[in-house]
């Protein structure tokens, strides 16, 4: 294969490295979507052992290692799956670890999780579910360089009842005494085809009432216009999730979109999640651009990094290249997501100032110019690249 030169000059970075080694923060990360192929095929293997056979699991290997474009509804059923896979504590316990541990090799400075606490009967009650989360959270702070903290997801799929015990169950550790504080929030996923966001608001209400921050999940696909409206209008939503279809051209009112600019509620961006469930039909069409230009809070987020094989680093990159940022957008995307944590406002503070340091030993290194081999200069490293990269 025919090559080109790079030249980059030392100590700058091509896009793609910078943003690995960005200060990041996490804000949208799904745990069982976020498992890693190898971690998938630890489990199949377990699973295979327990269950002593082999070819009932032999197809979905397959589904899991080939996956890079899938609807929305293949997803759900995807998480089926996953779920099959993660029914003991054990599994749940090895998977948080493993997740902890990539995003801290990924440069992820702040974490936080969201997961469905699950009743599994014989294997396992909610509260071991996240007693188990937390557990393993705690463990990985204490030997990764990273920060994370909990939410816990009501499944709108689930039902309300569902809802209403995964709500009492999160009150039990606003005043624990080993976990007081690592759970911060409530996110509301679930299948946008599945149920009526507008039936979760008493339980949003009472959770506002116990002091939780709000994550929803709004406006993924079209047809949410009437709930997102209800939703939107309590002013029941701390972060929204995804809010792809939010923008006035969209069907929803402009009061919704002028409200959500009003109260600066920040938006989590999930880039690949979007195209590759084909909600959004390019990164070009996404509707990141719009609010940016609008000034308004974003948080760069991976959703699936799993299911949807990405990283955080890759969602910085593509936003970065499809939208042309430079390196002070960037820095100030990572910022953004330092104010849209959950945090108190004194661990905010702690993490504002590391990710300010990480990020003004970064400043001046991004490599953006083009060289060909006329400038070589001594002073350079050399990359190899393609010429399709090049042009
Ligand atoms: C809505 C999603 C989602 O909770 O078992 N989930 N909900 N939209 C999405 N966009 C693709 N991706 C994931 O993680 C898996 C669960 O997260 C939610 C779904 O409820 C899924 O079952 P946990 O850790």
Known sequence: MCTWHRLIPKEQMDLLTYCRNLPKVELHAHLTGSLSDDTVLQLLEAKEKELGSKNSLCSAKITISKGHQRSLDECFRVFELLHSLTDSLEAIRKITQNVIQE????????????????????????????????????????????????????????????????????????????????????????????????????????????????????AEV???????????????????????????????????????????IPIEICLSSNVKTESVSSFE??????????????????????????????????????????????????LHAVEATFLPSSDKDILRQMVKDDLSKLMGKLFLGRMTTNTLKPSTVLEICTPKELS
């Open 103 to 218: 995003f801290a090799e990924d440069g992820v400075r702040y974490l936080e999780l969201r997961t469905t606490p699950k009743n599994i009967l014989g294997k396992m009650t909610k509260k071991e579910y996240v007693d188990t989360v937390l557990e393993a959270m705690i463990n990985e702070m204490k030997t990764c360089r990273i920060m994370v903290r909990l939410l816990v997801s009501v499944d709108r799929g689930r039902g309300v009842e569902d809802a209403w015990s995964t709500l009492s169950l999160a009150k039990q550790y606003l005043d624990h005494d080993v976990f007081k504080g690592l759970l911060v929030g409530i996110d509301v996923s679930g299948n946008p085809n599945k149920g009526n966001l507008a039936d979760y608001i008493p339980i949003l209400k009472e959770a506002k009432k116990c002091g939780f921050k709000l994550a929803v999940h709004l």
């Open 285 to 334: 069409d996404h509707h990141f651009p719009v609010w940016h230009a609008l000034k308004h809070p974003l948080a760069v987020s991976t959703d699936d990094k799993g299911v949807f094989s990405t990283t955080l680093s890759n969602e910085y990159y593509i936003c970065a290249k499809t939208f042309n940022l430079s390196e002070k957008d960037i820095h100030e995307l990572c």
């Open 222 to 264: 079209k047809s949410c216009v009437e709930e997102t409206d209800a939703v939107l209008q309590n002013g029941l939503v701390d972060r929204i999730g995804h809010g792809t279809y939010l923008l006035d051209n969209n069907g929803y009112g402009i009061n919704n979109q002028d409200m959500i600019l009003k109260h600066h």
